[in-house]
């Protein structure tokens, strides 16, 4: 029921408005596809019809609403203008609504999503990057550690999966894949070829390893807050949780020592503060 005059946002002359795709093959931008921003009012209408059609389905699952989490749509439709705040208040009903029928995953939350939301992906867990940041701290894990389970973009989409994995160690994060089981060579020439790692057979076995030895660390501060976090040294970290177990994460390419522990380089290692307790 999606019409693109009646339902796409409009910037100020009027004109349709939207995402253009990007192309990966000569990093650029691809004007010749473009992806349309939904008026928030629409959206509410959907959530709705949604609503009503999966209601007393989930019983045990949830759903997933992917970028209605991320994206904000102003438009200025000739005699149907929606301001951002009043996308935001539409935006928050919608997933008040979804969220009744069972735990609600979204990608990339906003603040006022968050409310709403049981588990986030696409999680930020590394600053831009940029030279004049000295080190990462994991501010947005701090606050979301026991509060709603959060994983960052695919592992199997890094590149660096070792740094990945000791990343999500670090902050508390779950790991998260993206796999097709069947027909990914339709992916290629298609606007969805960016997908090229995610054939569920080649990558099965390796999800499996990297489950196992997540699990590992995960189990041991499992629903538990972040209480502290430290730079210990170049590349090396400490995050201390409320259940009193600390895990230093070392990226460096040499080993540290701290006391009578030795990370390995690449590597983590739990040093547990017996009868320390939970910290405030």
């Known amino acids: 029921g999606f019409s693109v005059n009646h339902d796409a946002c409009r910037n100020l002359r009027n004109q349709l408005t939207g995402l253009y795709a990007y192309n990966y093959g000569d990093s650029?931008?691809?004007?010749?596809?473009?992806?349309?921003?939904?008026?928030?009012s629409k959206l509410r209408q959907d959530v709705e019809k949604l609503a009503k059609s999966v209601q007393g389905k989930l019983e045990g699952a949830g759903l997933s609403a992917g970028s209605l989490g991320t994206a904000l749509n102003a438009t200025f439709k000739k005699g149907g203008i929606t301001t951002r705040p009043q996308a935001q208040e539409l935006q928050a009903q919608s997933l008040q609504v979804l969220a009744q029928n069972g735990k609600l995953m979204l990608e990339g939350p906003n603040a006022y999503t968050l409310p709403y939301c049981a588990s986030a992906v696409n999680i930020a867990v590394s600053s831009s990057g940029y030279a004049s940041i000295d080190y990462d701290v994991p501010f947005l894990q701090m606050v979301l550690s026991g509060c709603v389970e959060y994983a960052p973009s695919p592992i199997n989409e890094s590149e660096n999966v070792e740094e990945n994995l000791l990343k999500a160690i670090e902050t508390g994060s779950s790991l998260s894949f993206i796999a097709a089981y069947r027909n990914q060579n339709r992916l290629k020439g298609s606007p969805e070829s960016s997908y090229y790692s995610v054939d569920y057979a080649t990558l099965k076995g390796e999800m499996v390893n990297f489950y196992k030895a997540f699990s590992a660390a995960a189990d041991r501060v499992k629903g538990a807050v972040i209480a502290d976090h430290e730079r210990l040294a170049d590349q090396v970290y400490r995050t201390t949780w409320s259940n009193g177990e600390s895990v230093i994460?070392?990226?460096?390419?040499?080993p540290y020592t701290a006391g009578s522990v030795t990370v390995e380089a690449k590597s983590y290692q739990f040093d547990v503060k017996?009868?320390?307790?939970a910290r405030p």
């Open 249 to 254: 994460v070392n990226y460096s390419s040499t």
């Open 274 to 277: 017996q009868g320390e307790g």
């Open 28 to 40: 650029a931008v691809d004007t010749s596809r473009l992806v349309y921003g939904v008026s928030a």
